[in-house]
């Protein structure tokens, strides 16, 4: 009996403290109250809890108390709860714990049933008949009654008082698409009784069906859009290989230069030596002969001199004839005819050849850097606007006589091509076109270019092609926009039409004589545009070029002609 009794009292006194647990616990956190706060609804929680809470209101532009749901349209002043903070403190010395977390309870961000009383637990379903939460226990009716069999239950909703009609107090279930929005049934035969309506479920199915389309369209963009980027990682990982590779043979290139100068100014040297050990030695061979000679004629004066000093006139005159003549002179002023210059002429042309190697410098440090700079991998530039735009980007353009169809002649620098009735007098060679009347550039195309066509008496195909296009055969797989290879403008006196791969495109727009054709290797883009007062946008390519291109002409008819313009 005695047992009874304290055991009654031990659960009784268990339960107290369970109660004291919750009564002073933060509903946020679920432990003890810290720096305890009361909202103007009367609830109190941690001052961190409740701030850090109403923070993330502040994104929705309201405020609502976690524990009654109660919203503030601007954020409460919180008072700091004195008495509150006096009991925790005296709970924790009595060593009261924190209530420990119940994951059933409703927190901050979790949507609470509406059916409990006190402190409610999590909602598992709400109910779109009856719009009302409920938490696990109060569900099982709706799970086990068949009178709300037909109930739709789904995932826990906040607000779903805002599926009630203000107006009807009825559950919105059509949708008015004249007005784009929600209605109930009685506002449907009243104030939008002339409206397109249709159940809220009809709505749903056809903006379901919208949103798989959106989805599949962002799904392909995702799909596009990643192998865009494999391929910028691709683009990334060659122009690093190339950039790495072409530093690496400009190193062996400028190392291998750098060894021919070496060894060209060592040859200079030892030149220079060998020609001074031979022009030495003939000096010193002359200089040696002079001396001798200085040599032989002292001696000759002394003897002169004694014979000279001879005072006896017959002595004189008997050794007199005896003197030997004087021999030919070694020295003669042959080698000073011209002023000798040695060695300065040597130092003066090698002066001329660095000026001339310092001009091939720099000059071809100028072409380096251009086609240094026209590596673009990224990312295409806007499109040029006007004529003076598209003539930054010039190009001049000269044929290769070597492609030229027997019967075109070229003139102007070959910038001009006239079809004749007489065969030219070219030779045989491998690029030629024997079977069709075109003519190739002899420029390669690459990055962002621009030129211009004058064409005079129609029947003009105006052209940009690989230079693999097959030349030796009367076939359309060697004509200029009848395959893969080649992209072509049809110019006739009253029309244009625009010609790739065997496909006709007829093209609207002014017709001049003169046609421009603005390409962007890199970018994909090809444009052909009508040249008078204004620019005339014509037709516009964007593909992937995968080799560098050529201009080209096809002059269709007798007697057209065909000039690339001089632009700068």
Same mark, same amino acid.
């Given at each position: 009996?005695y047992?009874?009794?304290?055991?009654?009292c031990?659960?009784m006194?268990q339960?107290?403290n369970?109660?004291?647990?919750?009564?002073?616990?933060?509903?946020?956190?679920?432990?003890?109250l810290k720096d305890?706060?009361?909202t103007?609804?009367g609830h109190?929680y941690?001052?961190?809890?409740?701030?850090?809470h109403w923070d993330?209101g502040? &994104?929705?532009?309201?405020?609502s108390c976690?524990q009654?749901r109660?919203?503030f349209t601007?954020?409460?002043v919180l008072?700091?709860?004195?008495?509150?903070?006096?009991?925790v403190e005296?709970?924790k010395k009595t !060593?009261l714990?924190? /209530?420990?977390?119940d994951?059933?309870y409703?927190?901050?961000?979790?949507v609470?049933?509406?059916v409990?009383?006190?402190r409610?637990?999590?909602a598992l379903?709400s109910?779109?008949v009856?719009?009302?939460s409920?938490?696990?226990?109060?569900?099982q009716?709706? $799970?086990?009654?068949?009178?709300?069999k037909?109930?739709?239950l789904?995932e826990p909703?906040?607000n779903?008082q805002?599926?009630?009609?203000?107006?009807h107090d009825?559950?919105m279930?059509m949708?008015?698409?004249t007005d784009?929005?929600?209605i109930?049934?009685?506002?449907?035969v009243?104030e939008? %009784? =002339?409206?397109d309506?249709?159940? /809220?479920a009809a709505e749903?199915?056809?903006?379901q069906?919208?949103?798989g389309?959106?989805?599949r369209?962002i799904q392909?963009?995702?799909? =596009?859009?990643? %192998?865009?980027?494999?391929l910028l990682?691709?683009?990334?990982?060659?122009?690093?290989g190339?950039?790495?590779?072409a530093v690496?043979?400009?190193e062996?290139?400028?190392?291998e230069?750098?060894h021919?100068l070496?060894?060209?100014?060592?040859d200079?040297?030892q030149?220079?030596?060998?020609?001074? &050990?031979t022009e030495v030695?003939?000096?010193?061979?002359?200089?040696?002969?002079?001396e001798?000679?200085?040599t032989e004629?002292?001696?000759k004066d002394?003897?002169?001199k004694q014979?000279?000093?001879?005072e006896?006139?017959?002595?004189?005159?008997h050794?007199?004839?005896?003197?030997?003549p004087l021999s030919e002179?070694?020295?003669?002023?042959s080698f000073?005819?011209?002023?000798?210059?040695y #060695?300065?002429?040597?130092t003066?042309a090698l002066s001329?050849v660095r000026g001339? $190697?310092q001009d091939?410098l720099?000059e071809?440090?100028?072409?380096?850097?251009?086609?240094?700079?026209q590596?673009?991998?990224l990312?295409?530039?806007? &499109?040029p606007e006007?004529?003076?735009? #598209?003539?930054e980007?010039?190009?001049?353009i000269?044929?290769?006589?070597?492609?030229?169809?027997k019967?075109l002649?070229?003139?102007?620098g070959n910038?001009k091509?006239t079809w004749?009735?007489?065969?030219?007098?070219?030779? =045989?060679?491998p690029?030629?076109f024997t079977?069709?009347?075109q003519v190739?550039?002899r420029?390669?195309?690459?990055?962002?270019?621009y030129?211009?066509?004058?064409?005079?008496?129609?029947?003009v195909?105006?052209?940009?092609t690989y230079?693999t296009?097959?030349?030796?055969?009367?076939s359309?797989?060697c004509?200029? !926009?009848y395959?893969? @290879?080649?992209?072509?403008?049809y110019?006739?006196?009253?029309?244009?039409?625009f010609?790739?791969n065997r496909?006709?495109?007829?093209?609207?727009g002014?017709v001049?004589?003169?046609?421009g054709?603005?390409l962007?290797h890199s970018? !994909?883009?090809?444009?052909f545009?009508?040249?008078?007062?204004t620019?005339?946008?014509?037709?516009?390519v964007?593909?992937?070029?995968?080799?560098?291109l050529?201009?080209?002409?096809?002059?269709?008819c007798s007697g057209?002609t065909? &000039?690339?313009?001089?632009? @700068?």
């Open positions: 009996m047992l009874d009794i304290f055991l009654a031990s659960e006194a339960q107290e369970q109660l004291d647990r919750e009564r002073f616990s933060c509903s946020i956190c679920l432990d003890l305890p706060v009361t103007v609804c109190s941690c001052k961190s809890c409740i701030n850090t993330k502040e &994104e929705r532009g309201s405020y976690p009654c109660q919203t601007l954020r409460p008072e700091t709860s004195t008495m509150l903070a006096d009991l005296e709970l !060593g714990q924190a /209530a420990p977390a994951p059933c409703a927190g901050p961000e979790d609470a049933c509406d409990c009383t006190g409610k637990l999590k379903k109910c779109l009856c719009l009302v409920y938490c696990e226990k109060h569900l009716l709706h $799970l086990q009654s068949a009178a709300f037909k109930h739709k789904v909703l906040e779903l805002e599926n009630i009609c203000s107006r009825e559950v279930k949708f008015c698409r784009q929005q929600c109930c049934y009685l506002c449907s009243e939008h %009784k =002339d409206h309506t249709v159940s /809220a749903r199915t056809e903006r069906r919208e949103l389309l959106r989805r369209t392909q963009r995702v799909q =596009d859009t990643e %192998k865009d980027v494999k990682q691709q683009e990334e990982e060659a122009v690093n190339s950039a790495d590779k690496e043979d400009s062996e290139i400028f190392t230069m750098i021919l070496e060894k060209r100014s060592s200079v040297k030149q220079i030596r060998s020609q001074q &050990e030695s003939r000096v010193r061979e002359l200089q040696e002969r002079l001798q000679e200085i004629l002292k001696r002394h003897e002169l014979l000279s000093d001879t006896d006139h017959n002595q004189f005159l050794n007199y004839p005896s003197l030997s002179s070694t020295h003669s002023s000073r005819i011209r002023p000798l210059r #060695f300065e002429d040597v003066a001329q001339r $190697l091939i720099s071809t440090e100028t072409e380096i850097l251009q086609i240094v700079f590596v673009d991998v990312l295409p530039q806007p &499109e006007t004529r003076a735009d #598209f003539l980007y010039s190009q001049e000269t044929l290769d006589p070597n492609t030229a169809y019967y002649l070229l003139s102007e910038r091509v004749m009735r007489e065969v030219q007098s070219y030779s =045989d060679h690029d030629r079977g069709l009347p190739l550039s420029e390669s195309l690459t990055g962002r270019c030129w211009e066509v004058e064409v005079e008496g129609g029947g195909y105006v052209t940009v230079k296009i097959r030349r030796a055969v009367f359309l797989e004509a200029f !926009g395959n893969d @290879k080649s992209w072509s403008l110019c006739d006196r009253n029309s244009y039409i010609h790739y496909i006709k495109t007829p093209v609207l002014p001049s004589s003169r046609v054709v603005y962007d970018a !994909g883009v090809l444009s545009y009508s040249v008078s007062d620019m005339t946008l014509l037709h516009r964007q593909t992937t070029f995968t080799q560098p050529y201009a080209g002409v096809w002059v269709y057209a065909a &000039e690339f313009c001089k632009l @700068k």
